[in-house]
């Protein structure tokens, strides 16, 4: 048993053999298709990214629903009971209200547990750029390295974890209000695609628009090639919204490029469910955002 445990959401999209391999705990999130409510688990135990990305190409629609803090509090209190502490590494702020659910029920459960040490960390990230910091988080804890040491570390290097992205379907943009209506057809009907990174408030921005599906892929491979550190032994996450052979052919860059650690995971429903099918995610240790 570990000192303390370490928790996140599944809006990390952490696949179930990672979550095994780590040793970490995955808080589930709520998501709606067509108005059904689903958990989003890592196992997909009640509905897997296929079945959810062919309701949304078949047209349907979902939304989504942050961790409440009373199911975190269900969550936390075996473990604080059980006489271990807890880190916790959370949704960006920006993109999401979860941080401030955290923060009330870590609180609250740290007054009805004052001996145990309870802290968190707005990880600024989303999907497996999320995840990225939970599996360094998990390797500093192997290491031996303490609590406080692993979660000083994940606030004070949070900047250096790069996350960029490239989408198929700009009206998932637009729903999400990251994109005209007007801008959103005309990008489709031109065939632009747009490349997203994650900024220094954890908010989603569009950095540049390149014409055409593979020129976005290779977009993403140079900002690799040109932002990541010690390529040789970085580990690189890429998710993608249930496209895989587009997130084996990055792959295939990333690894050209130097990297001898990748892994492939799918972009789960409640991220999935504002970045549409298609999308591509490129996650990476590098020099700042």
Excluded at 2 to 21: M, N
Excluded at 179 to 199: E, Q, Y
Excluded at 221 to 235: M, Q, S
């Amino acid at each position: 048993m570990h000192s303390y445990e370490i928790f996140t959401e599944s809006t990390a999209d952490l696949t179930q053999e990672l979550v095994d391999q780590m040793g970490v705990q995955v808080i589930p999130m709520e998501f709606t298709l067509d108005g059904k409510d689903y958990l989003n688990y890592p196992d997909n135990r009640q509905l897997s990214p296929k079945e959810f990305y062919d309701g949304l190409r078949a047209g349907g629609s979902s939304t989504t629903a942050q961790v409440n803090s009373e199911r975190m509090k269900e969550a936390f209190r075996p473990v604080l009971e059980a006489g271990q502490d807890i880190l916790y590494l959370v949704f960006s702020s920006g993109l999401s209200g979860t941080w401030q659910s955290a923060r009330m029920a870590l609180e609250e459960l740290q007054e009805e547990f004052p001996d145990r040490k309870l802290r968190f960390v707005d990880t600024r990230n989303a999907s497996m750029g999320e995840g990225l910091l939970v599996w360094y988080a998990a390797r500093m804890r192997a290491e031996g390295q303490t609590l406080d040491q692993v979660a000083d570390y994940m606030e004070q290097n949070w900047e250096s974890f790069n996350s960029w992205f490239t989408v198929d379907d700009l009206m998932f943009l637009k729903r999400g209000g990251r994109l005209s209506g007007g801008a959103a057809i005309a990008g489709t009907l031109l065939g632009i695609k747009p490349v997203l990174h994650v900024d220094h408030e954890g908010h989603l921005v569009n950095v540049e628009k390149v014409r055409g599906r593979r020129a976005s892929l290779d977009s993403l491979a140079r900002h690799y090639r040109e932002h990541g550190l010690d390529k040789k032994n970085n580990v690189v996450f890429i998710s993608h919204g249930d496209c895989l052979e587009d997130a084996k052919y990055l792959e295939k860059q990333i690894r050209q490029a130097g990297a001898k650690e990748v892994y492939l995971g799918a972009i789960g429903p409640v991220i999935g469910a504002h970045s549409g099918p298609g999308t591509v995610a490129l996650f990476f240790v590098g020099d700042g955002r």
